[in-house]
């Protein structure tokens, strides 16, 4: 390759930066046994228009009052009304400081509300009162896990596995906390059980492949990632996610076939552009790699790692002009991002191309 001290220089200005980035890191949300909003339906046995309508609100009494409260919760809850829900609850819960669903209702609103602090208390008090209710253990170790706290999370979801030994949802959310907190062996161990009960859980094989790529076991994440297409066949995350490991392996044939399949998926993700685009380069297959990244700069032109990308393919072709030109565009780019440390890396990059030409 001509040059190639400037070009390995050139790689430096986001080559694969955005390899492992685009793609968030996705795990799949966390659960208790059945949905949230599943477990407030199947307890909102008292409809709010039928105790209005009858008069029951202004005459019921003592525990009648209480569940009418907790449904009326459940029903404002349904509806996404969430203030107002949990308005309710606390209604109940002055009738009836002692009544555990109300706390485990309230806890599940305040959890939607993002107050972690506030569901964790609520859940905490609903199991004073019901120390056996595994889904509760479950629901304060999400709320721990988001909390940052992924130990006691942890904890919690290990009480409800002694109460319930065979409840996946805890099983898959304690592989996540132990996926967060990087013990990916621990987080595949309970993978493992998950899939014993359910081998047809694609998020489950998306999330143990997830460990095995933080195992830096990548032939195993890719059989993972390939489970997953076998099961959801237009994944384009998927694709993404199996391109990526395949970069790593360096096996850039398969990631350009994971990526081409992505984008005949979705062909407007700027990412997957820049990205074959950059396999393309690691391959010397400039021209290709200037449609792609000239594909990725028309989907998103603020994109200034493919104008840097793209000027290392030009410059393998000897298209100075055309290189020094996407260089200052980045340059550009970077400066309204603010970014001055890319700024000087693309000065001085265009300042050794000048330099090498004279």
Do not use: C, W
Request: glycine fraction near 6%.
């Amino acid at each position: 390759m001509k040059g190639s001290r400037i070009a390995s220089m050139l790689l430096v200005l986001g080559a694969f930066a955005a390899v492992d980035v685009f793609v968030p890191d996705y795990i799949q949300a966390k659960a208790t046994k059945t949905t949230e909003r599943e477990l407030v339906a199947a307890t909102a046995n008292l409809s709010i228009k039928t105790l209005r309508g009858s008069g029951i609100e202004a005459s019921v009494n003592g525990n009648t009052k209480v569940s009418y409260y907790i449904s009326r919760g459940n029903q404002h809850y349904l509806r996404g009304n969430l203030k107002e829900a949990i308005a309710n609850f606390d209604r109940a819960l002055l009738m009836n400081p002692s009544n555990s669903d109300a706390y485990y209702k309230r806890g599940l609103v305040r959890y939607q509300l993002r107050d972690y602090r506030g569901a964790i208390s609520d859940y905490s008090e609903a199991l004073k009162i019901s120390p056996n209710h595994a889904d509760i253990y479950i629901s304060r170790g999400n709320a721990r896990d988001d909390s940052g706290d992924g130990a006691g999370a942890i904890q919690d979801y290990t009480r409800a596995l002694k109460i319930d030994p065979n409840h996946s949802y805890a099983y898959l959310n304690r592989g996540i906390a132990h996926y967060r907190l990087q013990a990916f062996q621990a987080a595949i161990a309970d993978y493992n059980r998950v899939l014993r009960d359910n081998s047809n859980d694609a998020s489950v094989y998306l999330n143990r492949a997830l460990a095995y790529h933080g195992l830096k076991n990548y032939g195993a994440a890719v059989a993972d990632y390939t489970k997953v297409l076998q099961l959801k066949p237009n994944d384009i995350e998927t694709y993404n996610r199996r391109g990526n490991i395949r970069v790593q392996m360096q096996d850039y044939r398969g990631g350009v076939a994971d990526y081409t399949k992505a984008l005949e998926i979705d062909p407007n993700s700027a990412h997957t552009y820049y990205n074959r685009g950059n396999l393309r380069t690691e391959l010397q297959e400039f021209e290709e790699a200037i449609k792609d990244y000239t594909k990725a700069l028309e989907i998103n032109p603020d994109y200034a790692q493919a104008y840097g990308n793209r000027a290392i393919a030009r410059y393998s072709l000897d298209d100075i002009d055309g290189a020094i030109a996407d260089l200052q565009k980045a340059i550009d780019i970077f400066k309204t991002q603010g970014q001055t440390t890319e700024v000087q890396k693309g000065i001085d990059l265009i300042e050794e191309i000048k330099s090498e030409q004279a």
